[in-house]
Structures are given as structure tokens and as C-alpha cells.
């Protein structure tokens, strides 16, 4: 799409006409985000999110629906069969997941060459639904080192970020907890995942910084946020103990988190992802919401 005159000019006209179009409907939708935030009584400088597998006898219709009225920008860990629906209420899935599960990722040497024939079909498809971040996992350690595991993931993923930086599309490794809920998974904690993003050297490669998780694993979670958010695209909430709620019945001030992850300039989404244990899920989740709205 060069400039030129005769058809180079035409296709230059055209490209800067989407350009033009592209930018404009961005705009729009930030605008339109902004006014649904303020509608819903948000302060707006949180991108609020939920995880659709904390509420499985609620249809994605129903969340869509419920979670547009509370002021969610996304729904997320979902894969390509329901981002129509997401766009249809106007929502986002602002971490994708179709492509491999928690034990088995980057640490094997012998998953890269699948695991890159997966992603070179799944971040297409997602850029074109206009998806940001898709995740990934480390696999668990079955014995092997956690120098092995940084090798062996970085060589994997380095092989994965021409086509990320290609397609405009980061790569988000989660941490979890490998003490309650993920026994041996590798990569648990932040220092772990933050010495890997420096190892894979790309900005389309950065962690998904789960912080219900890494209280279990590590604490110090203000702290780490000031320190390393420049490696977190994204976060997860949850209450410790026990992954509930996130209100007074728990250990973390996510007030106090929230405002640290505004303060370190961090545009991206928040998701709730923790399992109700009141009656009413969406009570909880609404109240999550408005606890993380600062």
C-alpha cells in the first residue's frame, strides 16, 4: 500500500482512509467504554473484567448481559466459538485461551514445535476478532530444574515472538500458585516469570500477574507491582484464603493493590476471578467490581 500515482495512489487513498477509520472507531470505542463505566457508577480508571469459568450455571448470554449493566469492559479466557457473542454485547475478551492447558507448556523442549503450530492458528484468528493478549503457561516441573525450565521456555517463546510482534498480539505467561491449587507448576513465582520476560526480550512476550496466586506463594504484592509492573499486561484477582470473595471475609486490600497498579500508569484490565460462595454470584461479582474501582 504505497503511495504512487495511478493504482499505488488509489490503494495509499485507501490505506489511509482505514487508517483514518480505524483511529476514529478506536476513539469511539474508549469514548463509549468511558460513558459505560460512568453509567454504572465507575470511576473509569480501571478496565474491569471477569473470568467465565468462576460462574458456570450462568450462560455466557446472561454474564454478557448482567456484566455490561455492572460496567465490565471484557470477559475473558474464552476462545474463538464465544467471542461473537462478546462482541455482540459490546465486551471484550481480554485474555484469550484456546490453546494449551497449565501443564503443559513452554518448560519441554519436545511441546514447542506443536505449541507453535497451535499459536499460528489461534493469534490470527484473535487479531482478527481484535484481541490484545493471549495466554500461555509454563508446564509443570516434573523434576526439572528451574534454570532448565527459563532455558527451555525462552527457546520456545523467542521461536513465538516474531509471529506476536508480527501480528501486534503479547503473549501472557500466568503465574500460579504451586502450593494449593497447581502443584509443580514452574513458573510460581514473580522472579521466575520477570528473569524469562528479560530472557525473551520482547515486548509482545510479559506475564499475567494473578494476584491471588502469587499472596500464596510470595506476599509482598504492592511492593512487586511498584517494582516489576512494567513485565504484568495483565491481572487476576481473588480472596486469600480460599478464593472467594474479595471483600473484608479476606486477607489482601485490593483498594489499596488497585490504586498501586493506577499509579504504575497500567492500562490493561483487571479480571475478578474468584468462585462466589454467596447465593447470589453477581451480587459478589458486582461488589468485586466496585471494591477494585478506585
Known amino acids: 500500500m504505497k503511495q504512487s500515482i495511478t493504482r499505488r495512489s488509489a490503494l495509499g487513498q485507501l490505506a489511509v482512509g482505514a487508517a483514518a477509520t480505524a483511529v476514529t472507531a478506536n476513539l469511539g470505542q474508549r469514548l463509549a467504554t468511558a460513558e459505560d463505566a460512568l453509567g454504572a457508577g465507575l470511576k473509569g480508571r480501571i478496565n474491569h473484567s471477569v473470568c467465565k469459568w468462576c460462574y458456570p450455571n450462568i450462560s455466557l448470554e446472561d454474564l454478557c448481559r448482567a456484566g455490561k449493566e455492572m460496567g465490565l469492559q471484557s470477559i475473558e479466557?474464552?476462545?474463538?466459538?464465544?467471542?461473537?457473542?462478546?462482541?455482540?454485547?459490546?465486551?471484550?475478551?481480554a485474555m484469550a485461551s484456546d490453546v494449551d492447558g497449565i501443564s503443559y507448556g513452554f518448560n519441554r523442549l519436545e511441546h514447542h514445535d506443536d505449541l507453535l503450530q497451535k499459536f499460528g492458528v489461534a493469534l490470527p484468528q484473535a487479531v482478527?476478532?481484535?484481541?490484545?493478549?493471549?495466554?500461555?503457561?509454563?508446564?509443570?516441573?516434573?523434576?526439572?530444574?528451574?534454570?532448565?525450565?527459563?532455558?527451555?521456555?525462552?527457546?520456545?517463546?523467542?521461536?513465538?515472538?516474531?509471529?506476536?510482534?508480527?501480528?501486534?498480539?503479547?503473549?501472557?505467561?500466568?503465574?500460579?500458585?504451586?502450593?494449593?491449587?497447581?502443584?509443580?507448576?514452574?513458573?510460581?513465582?514473580?522472579?521466575?516469570?520477570?528473569?524469562?520476560?528479560?530472557r525473551v526480550e520482547s515486548e509482545r512476550f510479559k506475564l499475567l500477574y494473578d494476584i491471588y496466586h502469587m499472596q500464596i506463594m510470595e506476599g509482598d504484592v504492592i511492593a512487586t507491582i511498584k517494582k516489576?509492573?512494567?513485565?504484568f499486561a495483565h491481572y487476576h484477582t481473588g480472596g486469600v484464603p480460599g478464593r472467594n470473595e474479595i471483600d473484608d471475609t479476606q486477607e489482601l486490600n485490593y483498594p489499596?493493590?488497585?490504586?498501586?497498579?493506577?499509579?504504575?500508569?497500567?492500562k490493561g484490565h483487571v479480571a475478578q476471578e474468584f468462585i462466589p460462595k454467596r447465593t447470589d454470584v453477581l451480587a459478589s461479582l458486582k461488589q468485586g467490581v466496585h471494591i477494585c474501582d478506585v
Open 77 to 93: 479466557l474464552l476462545g474463538p466459538k464465544d467471542w461473537p457473542t462478546l462482541t455482540k454485547y459490546g465486551l471484550t475478551c
Open 128 to 198: 482478527d476478532a481484535g484481541l490484545k493478549n493471549y495466554i500461555c503457561f509454563s508446564g509443570n516441573r516434573k523434576g526439572m530444574s528451574d534454570e532448565q525450565g527459563l532455558e527451555n521456555c525462552a527457546i520456545g517463546l523467542k521461536r513465538l515472538m516474531p509471529l506476536a510482534e508480527k501480528h501486534g498480539i503479547t503473549i501472557c505467561m500466568e503465574l500460579l500458585n504451586s502450593r494449593v491449587n497447581h502443584p509443580d507448576y514452574m513458573c510460581d513465582h514473580s522472579a521466575w516469570g520477570v528473569e524469562l520476560c528479560k
Open 228 to 231: 516489576s509492573h512494567q513485565y
Open 256 to 266: 489499596a493493590i488497585m490504586k498501586a497498579i493506577v499509579e504504575s500508569g497500567f
